[in-house]
């Protein structure tokens, strides 16, 4: 049979990678059991633990977490002044992990040497905002990608459900000044994202670009600095994680039970659209966004 | 501030680019900063080059105090293909990393002068797409020159028209008064070019014609001039006076190759260089009063 392509143009399809979701976020932190109690606070538990590595794998519902001992926050950074955990990498199921990096590296992308990378297992990865890592697993549906490089956590459940009904909604970049063009060409040409219109927004921190990953499911918000700000801190990192909950205040109830705080002013405090965690651990927040089920 | 007995000229969005100046790298910089220049473009070269290495380098810039205008110059990068274009892609890499090392927030990139390479619009465009898409996660923008010379963009118009065709925010085009006078770009043309997408001015004068590209060649590599001291000083002042009305407000570098120059001693050369941008600042741009920008903060 003919291939319609080989006879009319049809142009590249807009998910050219077949990107499914979020795999894992990657915390590098020199305190990992701090980090592994927040975690656990939010609903998260450790499944399992790196063969030889001070690495752990926590797990609620659909969500991976990795947090890695062995990895630091860039020299010089106030993250790495106070031991503060950061968000080191995350990682998109894609249809097929060498194509969607190859095609990455093809378009500009600065690939990762493999030695760094804390899987043992080859995962291919390319450098994302400051350090940060994005990797691309296809090995998802299958099998677990964490069978090869984890052993089980004894008596921990393999698949613990979410208390809260959380899931990824996405993850939220601080940037530079006027960088907003920037980044978005980058995540629209490498990853297939595209830019909502300027007034979609979720949660209740909307300012800056919200861009929406092509198979719909989660969402990169890219933030510069404050304007008017004279010393402005031009850094760029990836600040925080946000989670996808059916009903948020119900959500942030159980969470604050489990000894989560929350912001509560007057000008930012929880309500049926979002909330936002109180920094821990010298800047670690997590943000709720309300979704439908 | 500039400070010193220079300190009362207007003239701080004009920099020298340490290729003007003979000598190692920190008699350049503390040359330029005692001329009371408050930034230099500086070249790769000269920082790995450097007798004490390419450390000790990065040091003398950071604690000359100069603010970095830039980082020159990656050549003949666009149109390769095959291992080439790898290759070409690693040395860009380097490049980059420099930059973000060096604090240049501006790689400068010529027109390609290779035999090799495919001159086809699309493909430089993709090529210098792809480059610009590796300067993001380092916060680089990359400006495009058209040297006077290149093989198939010779001309600012020409550099431009690629730099639209490749669409990337952070990928704009640098000017050079040089090749623009020398190969005798009308001076109209600049109101073709979005100033947003202007990254970088160069201005050099020269003495005589350079007709040819070999003549271009010769004049731009050799025998260049401050602004205000060579044979072009009426149309390098119309020039520099479009670019600001058209809406240009970046940065100004002095880029004078010129083998006189560099066997002159270093503080002389930079008296020039603070003569030329005193009278590029005053005389032709006509500033009296401190630049309105002096103090940036975001609107």
């Given at each position: 049979m003919t291939d319609i392509g080989d006879r009319e143009s049809?142009?590249?399809?807009?998910?050219p990678l077949g990107l499914a979701g979020i795999e894992f976020v990657e915390y590098a932190t020199a305190r990992p059991q701090a980090l592994g109690r927040l975690l656990e606070a939010l609903g998260f538990v450790a499944v399992a633990r790196h063969r030889s590595r001070e690495v752990t794998l926590y797990r609620q519902g659909p969500m991976n977490v990795v947090v890695n001992a062995h990895g630091r926050a860039p020299a010089g950074s106030p993250e790495e002044a106070h031991d503060a955990p950061v968000i080191a990498a995350f990682a998109l199921r894609v249809r097929d992990a060498a194509a969607a990096y190859q095609r990455a590296l093809d378009r500009g992308a600065w690939a990762v040497p493999v030695q760094v990378q804390p899987m043992e297992l080859h995962i291919p990865a390319i450098h994302g905002v400051a350090s940060s890592r994005i990797y691309f697993v296809d090995?998802?549906?299958?099998?677990?990608?964490?069978?090869?490089?984890f052993v089980p956590v004894p008596g921990a459940p393999r698949h613990p459900e979410s208390p809260a009904g959380l899931r990824w909604f996405g993850l939220v970049q601080y940037i530079g000044n006027d960088r907003t063009p920037d980044w978005t060409d980058f995540y629209e040409e490498l990853l297939g994202f595209r830019a909502l219109p300027d007034g979609q927004r979720f949660g209740i921190l909307p300012k800056g670009r919200v861009l929406q990953s092509p198979c719909g499911t989660f969402y990169l918000q890219l933030i510069e600095p404050e304007?008017?700000?004279?010393?402005?801190?031009d850094r760029e990192s990836l600040a925080r994680v946000a989670f996808g909950a059916p009903d948020v205040l119900k959500a942030v109830d159980l969470l604050r039970a489990r000894g989560v705080e929350f912001f509560e002013a007057e000008k930012l405090h929880s309500d049926v659209q979002g909330a936002l965690t109180k920094p821990a651990l010298h800047g670690v927040t997590f943000e709720l966004v309300r979704v439908p089920r | 501030m500039t400070g010193g007995a220079h300190a009362e000229g207007n003239f701080a969005d004009f920099g020298v680019d340490t290729v003007s100046f003979a000598g190692p790298l920190p008699g350049k910089l503390a040359a330029a900063r005692a001329a009371g220049f408050t930034q230099a473009m500086l070249s790769a070269r000269e920082l790995v080059d450097h007798a004490q290495g390419q450390e000790a380098a990065l040091q003398a810039v950071r604690a000359s105090g100069l603010r970095v205008t830039g980082l020159q110059v990656l050549r003949d990068f666009e149109g390769l293909s095959g291992p080439r274009h790898a290759y070409k892609v690693d040395v860009a890499q380097a490049m980059l990393e420099l930059c973000a090392r060096a604090g240049a927030k501006l790689l400068l990139v010529c027109s390609t002068t290779s035999p090799?390479?495919?001159?086809g619009i699309e493909t430089m465009a993709r090529d210098l797409r792809k480059l610009a898409m590796l300067a993001v996660p380092l916060g680089v923008k990359v400006a495009y020159e058209g040297l006077s010379?290149?093989?198939?963009?010779?001309e600012f118009p020409q550099a431009w028209d690629v730099v639209v065709e490749a669409d990337m925010p952070n990928l704009g085009i640098a000017l050079d008064s040089f090749h623009a006078l020398a190969a005798h770009t009308p001076i109209d043309d600049l109101d073709l070019l979005d100033p947003d997408k202007v990254f970088l001015v160069q201005l050099a004068d020269f003495m005589g014609?350079?007709?040819s590209g070999e003549e271009r060649l010769a004049a731009g590599c050799h025998f260049r001039v401050f602004p205000g001291e060579g044979m072009h000083g009426d149309a390098l002042a119309e020039w520099v006076k479009r670019l600001r009305a058209i809406g240009y407000r970046g940065d100004w570098s002095l880029e004078v190759f010129n083998d006189d120059y560099r066997q002159m001693p270093v503080t002389l050369v930079a008296e020039r260089a603070r003569r030329s941008a005193v009278w590029l600042g005053e005389t032709v741009l006509q500033r009296a009063v401190p630049l309105p920008h002096a103090m940036r903060r975001r609107p």
């Open positions: 049809l142009g590249e399809l807009p998910d090995r998802w549906q299958e099998f677990s990608i964490y069978d090869v490089d304007p008017g700000i004279l010393e402005v801190d | 090799e390479a495919d001159t010379w290149g093989r198939a963009i010779n014609e350079a007709r």
